[in-house]
């Protein structure tokens, strides 16, 4: 498969996955009516789906460094394409989320190896281009999804928005079956199956229990020992899940702090936001989706400036920018006083966010040893789906303790807490036997073996990663 056709895979991957969130979140109520559900069962149509995911994501990065992305993309497409197929014609909610589960299963098989491929395919000083195509990607499916599913909805029924997905998700996985999948080193150590069971009960516990608060269920404290359980088995496997030159990496475990922690910043935020603008202002659902468009124009904007300012200043500088003007954005938003301060906030917020998302995601796709490129890919996904959850509950949980401004004005005052963790990342990048390239900032990063080496952020030829939902927010689900 050459380059054009993997990157226009990549982007239909995660279009397809972002879309998916952002439809049904507008057609559960029609959803809701026509099979006679329950709220909560209204509800479990997009909690099977994340738990799902979320449990699943970096052993399906494994699957794909083990057999091939492009198989494992192509496994995923298809079975994503078939189980939206069967929620469209679902008799009852008990099959919808039944199926939803399934397709969780098939969409944590598709998300990681579509930034594998790009890693396999394009070289890393071309990486950059690539992701931020995908994020303005994400992007425009964000801003697009509510409308095409509230017109789908409204016109055919909320079986409509599923069909939506099928003949995309078939092609591509076609596609990519026949395409001719990368030589890959043969297998040596076995899958560390108990580790992935493990790693998978603490994260859909963990899921599970963001999404139950601010109530207490069984699923905290089984996460919890799950999670330990899970560390005391990878410090003694033979070959554990998660290889330690990807965990032990400074600049991909800040990559992927700041990732939840921007991830939950925005969708926490926006969560509340749409309470202050309909509660406190008295705007209407539409006036306030109108009010909020300046988020996702400077999203889909920051994607190619991040690419530049990645070349040119590095992503260290990047996200530390990028952070503090997400989290000076939330800010913003907690006191606006009138639309023009509100779309000023919101502007202030998808430019921050955007390029978080390209920058950060373009340290995890580059530091990661390329063996293990899939496993970085679910990390990154995790990331993408954890924080967004973690975002929505501590609003809640904020809502209820004092005015609906709040849960912004502290998840921005958080974001600006991760500063510090932006120096993890590598620095200005200087061209190949520049004149002081050695007195360079440089950040350890790993060679193929995961062995640390110094190096900057500047080309060179070892040969990826990303989704992000927007599920209950602006309506990537990265994702």
Do not use: K
């Amino acid at each position: 498969m050459n380059r054009p056709v993997t990157l226009a895979s990549s982007v239909a991957g995660a279009v397809v996955v972002a879309l998916d969130g952002t439809v049904l979140t507008v057609a559960q109520p029609t959803l809701r009516r026509d099979l006679h559900a329950s709220l909560a069962q209204a509800q479990w149509t997009s909690t099977a789906y994340l738990v799902a995911v979320a449990g699943l994501l970096v052993f399906a990065g494994r699957l794909g460094d083990r057999y091939g992305h492009r198989r494992t993309f192509a496994v995923g497409m298809l079975g994503f394409g078939a189980a939206s197929a069967g929620i469209a014609v679902a008799p009852g909610v008990g099959w919808v989320i039944g199926l939803r589960v399934v397709q969780g299963v098939f969409g944590a098989l598709l998300q990681p190896a579509t930034l594998g491929m790009l890693r396999a395919s394009f070289p890393p000083d071309r990486l950059r281009t690539p992701i931020a195509v995908r994020t303005a990607a994400i992007g425009v499916a964000a801003a697009a999804g509510p409308v095409v599913g509230g017109a789908l909805a409204t016109s055919f029924g909320w079986r409509a928005v599923f069909l939506l997905n099928v003949v995309p998700a078939l092609l591509f996985g076609v596609l990519a079956l026949a395409a001719r999948e990368e030589r890959r080193p043969p297998a040596g150590a076995p899958l560390d199956v108990p580790g992935a069971l493990l790693l998978a009960v603490a994260l859909a516990c963990l899921v599970h229990a963001l999404l139950t608060l601010p109530g207490a269920t069984w699923s905290a404290p089984a996460a919890l020992l799950a999670a330990v359980v899970f560390v005391r088995h990878e410090r003694r496997a033979p070959a554990p899940l998660l290889p330690p030159g990807v965990v032990r990496s400074p600049a991909v475990g800040g990559a992927l702090a700041l990732l939840v922690t921007a991830s939950a910043a925005l969708n926490g935020g926006l969560f509340a936001c749409v309470y202050v603008l309909q509660d406190g202002l008295g705007l209407t659902a539409l006036h306030s989706a109108l009010l909020s468009l300046p988020l996702a124009v400077f999203l889909i904007a920051a994607a190619p400036v991040s690419a530049l300012l990645l070349r040119r200043a590095g992503a260290r500088a990047a996200v530390t920018g990028a952070t503090a003007v997400l989290g000076a954005g939330l800010l913003v938003l907690a006191r606006a006083p009138g639309e023009v301060t509100f779309a000023a906030g919101f502007a202030l917020v998808g430019a921050g966010f955007g390029t978080v998302m390209v920058a950060a995601t373009h340290v995890v796709v580059r530091q990661a040893p390329a063996e293990a490129a899939g496993v970085a890919g679910g990390l990154q996904q995790t990331a993408m789906n954890v924080g967004p959850v973690l975002g929505v509950a501590s609003a809640t949980v904020l809502m209820g303790l004092g005015p609906a401004w709040t849960p912004m004005a502290v998840l921005g005052v958080a974001a600006l807490a991760a500063l510090p963790v932006c120096r993890a990342l590598p620095g200005r990048p200087v061209p190949t036997g520049a004149p002081g390239a050695a007195a360079t900032d440089v950040t350890p990063a790993l060679t193929p073996a995961g062995a640390a080496a110094g190096r900057s952020d500047t080309p060179h030829t070892a040969h990826g990663v990303e989704s992000g939902p927007y599920a209950r927010s602006l309506g990537d689900h990265e994702h």
